[in-house]
């Protein structure tokens, strides 16, 4: 996590996975976000499952999970985790500096540079409703939590924050909240 916490911040909420290693620095209190992963073809495209992405060329961000799945490097080392299925064996990857980078790439048609783009179910559907000529293939490729990070040893917060967090999934509003803000519930995992 980068900055300085000294006083400036209490906890962080940027979609942080909480990996083990990160365990080192951090307390993670509380999932609240499932990251939804997902394949990403050209509208026009004549892939249909994601087994139609063998041998294909697949863009990717840059030193990022995604581009750990499309070469088959991904360890899910989150508390809960499972191990990953690869769904497809992409003939080459891609690496993009910027998700929309490789979106880019992939409307100037299908094949053109790219077959598909692996990336967050969010922000593919955030692109599809900007007119990117996009459609998401199948269902997720994998989901990732982000959970609440804390600065380690402060017990009483770490529970407040879970506390908190339990009971808005208890009654909905993270749901609500999920759905209001993304169109859909990513507060659980699916």
Known sequence: ???NWQGRWDMAMGQMAPKKERERVFDFPANYYYEQVVAVV???SKTTKLADLDGKTVGALANSAYN???NHKLNPDWKGSTPITYQ???GAVTSYGATTMAFDDLRLGDGVR???????KVVANTAISKGYPMKILNDPLYAAPAAIAILKGDNEFSEKIAAAVKGMKDDGSLSKLSIKWYGADYSTEK
């Not at 790219?114 to 967050?120: E, R, T």
């Open 68 to 70: 750990d799945y499309a």
């Open 42 to 44: 050209h509208r026009d």
């Open 1 to 3: 996590m980068a900055g």
């Open 114 to 120: 790219l077959d598909a783009v692996i990336a967050d």
């Open 88 to 90: 497809f064996k992409p």
